[in-house]
């Protein structure tokens, strides 16, 4: 009796280890992705500066339509700077379990209504890394919901999501 407790003693601090390490894990994934999109939002107010800068300079030739291919290319470059900002913000929220309403509330992964302004939540597909064709791949929870799945379900019980397996 003494062995089985002090095996199950183990397996607890086993399995808060673990939960430590992912959560450090975690913790670092965001501090990673805080910087990348801080340094893209500095990125954006550099070209601000530039095209402040284009502009004047523009008005103080008295003509204004010189600035407008140089104002026009550092606008395309935030336009497609501020889309990865909203890729990189897309993970933190998957990281952090969250989503956001088109209303604006950010709420758990798993909320199925908002409860701000009732917005129904399609169930969400994540990205999941291409397996090569032929590899056999054992599903034990849902890759979009993460309930636990059948050993021979096709598709999940809980969001309707089709199972690759």
């Known amino acids: 009796m003494e062995e089985s407790t002090m095996a199950n003693f183990f397996d607890k601090i086993k399995q808060s280890a673990t939960k430590v390490t992912d959560k450090a894990q975690q913790t670092i994934e965001l501090s990673k992705l805080t910087s990348q999109i801080s340094a893209k939002k500095k990125e954006i107010d550099k070209l601000l500066h530039l095209i402040?800068?284009?502009?004047?300079?523009?008005?103080s030739n008295e003509d204004l339509m010189q600035a407008e291919p140089r104002i026009a290319q550092f606008s395309k470059e935030i336009k497609a700077i501020q889309e990865e900002i909203e890729l990189l913000e897309i993970k933190v929220k998957e990281l952090k379990n969250e989503k956001?309403?088109?209303?604006?509330?950010v709420v758990p992964l798993d909320t199925k209504f908002c409860p701000v302004c009732?917005?129904?939540f399609e169930p969400q597909i994540t990205s999941v890394d291409v397996i090569p064709e032929g590899t056999e791949v054992v599903?034990?929870?849902c890759?979009?919901?993460h309930a636990a799945l059948q050993p021979d379900a096709k598709f999940c019980e809980s969001c309707g999501c089709k199972v690759v397996s």
Request: charged share 20%; hydrophobic share 20%.
């Open 52 to 59: 402040g800068g284009e502009a004047y300079h523009a008005f």
């Open 100 to 105: 956001e309403c088109t209303c604006g509330k």
């Open 118 to 120: 009732g917005n129904k």
């Open 139 to 141: 599903v034990s929870e």
């Open 143 to 145: 890759p979009v919901c």
